[in-house]
């Protein structure tokens, strides 16, 4: 395949030269060019398969470029890169089929994860387009059928039984035999493991194109099957028995891990069945789903359906926590995760340590932790409930190493928070800073409660004993602090004052303001203006 690069910059298109292992990805060229005119004098001597190219450019803009080439009916892959982010460059961009639109300075992995996507759109297209030239577009339909089939196979939207099976087969005219023998792949990936560089529906496509280019050496959707189960997301791939060797399998499933490591940046596993008749495959789809969901210790690897992750009869295992919570109460984080951490090392090398193993743990770890922040007045929801918290406590329930972070993160934020709030000079004084920065807003003692991870009657009560007034009486006095420096100072109008420091009405504001200042807030403009007319004269 060629590509060919656009770009007025030379260093850039030097950097795009270099920074892409293009032959890895099926080029055998790279052309250049640093205007349209230029570009377009070098489609007459070959098309190109990709054109990477800068929208903003003095001779004319990639958006010309790459409507020239619609235009001219040219079958390019089009990426786009431009030092701005524009909605109005990137809608249009996608008007004309652009496969990718990303931003400057150049980000090597976001540059190759487009050139992958390019790549396979094109292929895809082009094999479509090859059976249309040929009068086979019944082909095209024939694979949508037969991957449809298979995801009712493997759903049981079509019940596992050989005659409905067959039935589903002459009904869809498909050349599916039911006496075949079958094995399925499932490849599984953390949905809270893809890297947030990559949007979601792009990591699908692309995790579904390596499988199939690896597991079948080809982009072939018809065995390819691609859904979401709680956290995980799965590939589903559907081989006849004989296709290749169970040697072979493996080596291609220990290369796709690898692959999907080094390019998707995230751990993959995979699981080979038994060779199933059809109507078995959603039970054998099931029990490799079952193998996913207790694997802890063994992930990022290849494991066979018969084979059973060594682990004893389950025993009872109850967590120490009264040491656990002699140990936050002396705040000894150390302490805390490294006994955690043994204990989970010899619970693996016993050979006892499952997912629900360690579901119990997690539960009665945060059994702890809730008991000691009740002692403290903190509301606990308020520590765990940001993104990278809750990812974390999905997660943990799979790994012992995402365990660990999980548990790291939980001692650090309640120890620290608890040394905080013990220090009642400082909660109150950040409470205070709170209310300056927020006092324009309909701001309650609530919102001020948990801006420090207390219960409001705890803060209310730490604050009088602080400071000799309520969170309200001090929101007041810093509301009416403001309103006199704006009287004095501005021309507002006292209606724009009063919405300016949060009241709501003009009435509630001079009510009030009288009542801490002694007088209306008209009356203490004037007063103020008639002093500064005698300081003048």
């Not at 007045?377 to 190493?401: G, R």
Request: hydrophobic residues 40%; glycine residues 4%; contains cysteine.
């Amino acid at each position: 395949m060629q590509c060919m690069l656009i770009d007025d910059d030379i260093p850039t298109v030097q950097v795009l030269r270099e920074i892409i292992p293009w032959p890895s990805y099926g080029f055998t060229d790279v052309s250049q060019a640093h205007c349209v005119q230029d570009a377009q004098m070098l489609f007459a001597a070959g098309v190109p398969d990709l054109v990477i190219c800068d929208i903003e450019m003095p001779r004319g803009s990639g958006i010309e470029m790459i409507q020239w080439i619609r235009e001219q009916g040219y079958d390019c892959a089009f990426i786009f890169f431009t030092c701005h982010e524009s909605f109005d460059f990137a809608s249009t961009a996608i008007s004309f089929n652009a496969d990718s639109y990303l931003l400057k300075p150049l980000n090597q992995e976001k540059l190759e994860a487009a050139v992958m996507k390019a790549v396979g759109g094109l292929r895809w297209r082009r094999q479509m387009g090859e059976y249309q030239k040929f009068g086979k577009a019944w082909l095209k339909n024939k694979g949508l059928v037969e991957a449809g089939f298979w995801t009712d196979i493997l759903m049981a939207t079509i019940a596992p039984r050989l005659d409905l099976i067959q039935g589903e087969i002459l009904k869809r005219e498909l050349t599916i035999q039911t006496e075949q023998a079958y094995v399925l792949v499932l490849i599984s990936v953390f949905l809270s493991e893809i890297d947030e560089r990559w949007n979601e529906s792009t990591f699908r496509y692309a995790f579904a194109n390596l499988s199939s280019e690896i597991m079948l050496l080809r982009l072939h959707y018809d065995r390819i099957v691609s859904y979401q189960k709680n956290s995980m997301l799965y590939v589903a791939v559907v081989l006849d028995e004989d296709y290749v060797s169970r040697t072979q399998l493996e080596e291609r499933a220990r290369l796709l891990i690898q692959l999907m490591n080094e390019y998707l940046k995230c751990m993959a596993t995979c699981y080979i069945s038994e060779s199933k008749l059809i109507d078995e495959l959603c039970g054998s789809k099931a029990e490799l789903e079952r193998m996913d969901h207790s694997n802890v210790m063994y992930r990022g690897k290849v494991h066979l359906q018969q084979e059973v992750f060594q682990r004893e009869c389950q025993q009872r295992f109850d967590l120490d926590t009264v040491h656990y919570t002699s140990l936050f109460v002396e705040r000894e984080k150390a302490q805390i995760v490294n006994r955690l951490k043994k204990d989970l090392e010899q619970l693996a090398a016993q050979q006892r340590l499952d997912a629900e193993m360690l579901y119990v743990i997690r539960e009665d770890f945060m059994q702890v932790v809730y008991a000691i922040l009740a002692q403290n007045h903190v509301q606990a929801h308020q520590l765990f409930t940001d993104q990278l918290a809750q990812q974390l406590y999905i997660k943990c329930e799979h790994s012992i190493f995402d365990f660990m972070k999980w548990a790291h993160l939980v001692t650090e934020r309640t120890i620290e928070t608890i040394k905080q709030n013990q220090r009642s000079e400082g909660i109150v004084d950040k409470a205070m800073r709170y209310i300056h920065e927020n006092y324009t807003r309909d701001l309650n003692r609530e919102e001020v409660a948990a801006s420090v991870f207390l219960t409001p009657d705890y803060l209310a009560k730490m604050f009088k004993q602080a400071t000799g007034l309520t969170m309200k009486e001090y929101l007041n006095e810093v509301r009416i602090k403001a309103a006199k420096r704006m009287l004095i100072e501005s021309r507002l109008s006292v209606g724009q004052i009063a919405m300016e420091t949060g009241y709501d009405t003009i009435s509630y504001f001079s009510t009030v303001f009288k009542k801490l200042a002694g007088e209306t807030p008209n009356a203490f403009r004037a007063r103020h203006r008639d002093i500064q007319l005698n300081n003048d004269v």
